[in-house]
């Protein structure tokens, strides 16, 4: 069975109900799906899975929120190669540096060896049909590369 792991960081909970969305909709496609805060897991713990999915809120103009700084600099230090991976997360237009978070981790994916499974969700606030339908074509193309 094809299993997920999605890890995210949350203020406000935002991020979290996009993390148990795409939960959701992975378990539709029998994807066996375990979530879990940045707080109590580590970036290796990622690689008992066979797709990665990090998440976390951009924080003020552009900052890593303090609970995430720790993971996202230990992801630096494992290889994802082999791993399907991608990046989600919430903020506010009103800053300059909206949703950069999700450009950040795709990156650092990217820089470790994973196989980015498509642009990173990046939502306004809290998930709207807009976003409901962005996560279900990403999960559509997450299960496409699975099934290639």
Do not use: W
């Amino acid at each position: 069975m094809t299993t997920a792991k999605i890890v995210y960081a949350s203020m406000t909970g935002n991020t979290e109900e996009i993390a148990d969305l795409f939960g959701e909709v992975l378990e539709k496609h029998g994807i066996e799906v375990d979530i879990e805060e940045c707080v109590t897991v580590s970036p290796e713990d990622l690689l008992d899975y066979d797709i990665c999915l990090v998440g976390a809120y951009t924080y003020d103009f552009g900052e890593v929120p303090d609970e995430f700084v720790d993971f996202y600099e230990e992801m630096s230090e494992v290889d994802f190669t082999g791993k399907l991976c991608a990046s989600f997360g919430s903020g506010d237009t009103f800053y300059d540096d909206y949703c950069l978070l999700v450009d950040f981790i795709q990156t650092r994916f990217k820089e470790q060896g994973g196989t980015i499974a498509g642009e990173g969700i990046k939502v306004d606030l809290d998930p709207g049909e807009e976003d409901i339908a962005a996560i279900n074509a990403l999960v559509e193309k997450i299960v496409e590369q699975v099934n290639a």
